[in-house]
């Protein structure tokens, strides 16, 4: 089992800046996308951004320019910078991991328990 533990959401005025920090823990082999996911009332949870083991990035178009993925594969922690954040970006994010325990299992996704960013104008 793989274990996702989120850190650094909170409250924050429109224009300013947060990061995320997403570790993972437990039996791992290997992992292979890391990512983020956010979730606001009412909403169905979305795609923010993903990175690939090779550094390879995936942005929803919303937060291009804005929030940027990042990685240390040592550690197993994946980040994300968020810049200018806009109320529109208030959600519960989620950190995500497609991870192998055993060599000779297939992946499996697993989630962070998600972290609350509120943003006020």
């Known amino acids: 089992q793989v274990q996702l533990v989120e850190s650094g959401g909170g409250l924050v005025q429109a224009g300013g800046s947060l990061r995320l920090s997403c570790a993972a823990s437990?039996?791992?082999?290997?992992?292979?996308?890391m990512g983020w996911y956010r979730q606001a009332p009412g909403n169905q949870r979305e795609l923010v951004a993903t990175?690939?083991?090779?550094?390879?990035?995936n942005y929803a178009d919303s937060v291009k320019g804005r929030f940027t993925i990042s990685r240390d594969n040592a550690k197993n922690t994946t980040y994300l910078q968020m810049n200018s954040l806009k109320p529109e970006d208030t959600a519960v994010y989620y950190c995500?991991?497609?991870?192998?325990?055993?060599?000779?299992?297939?992946?499996?996704?697993?989630w962070g328990q998600g972290t609350q960013i509120t943003v006020s104008s």
């Open positions: 990175i690939t083991s090779r550094g390879n990035t």
């Open positions: 995500t991991a497609l991870a192998t325990s055993v060599w000779y299992q297939p992946p499996t996704n697993y």
């Open positions: 437990g039996s791992i082999f290997s992992i292979n996308t």
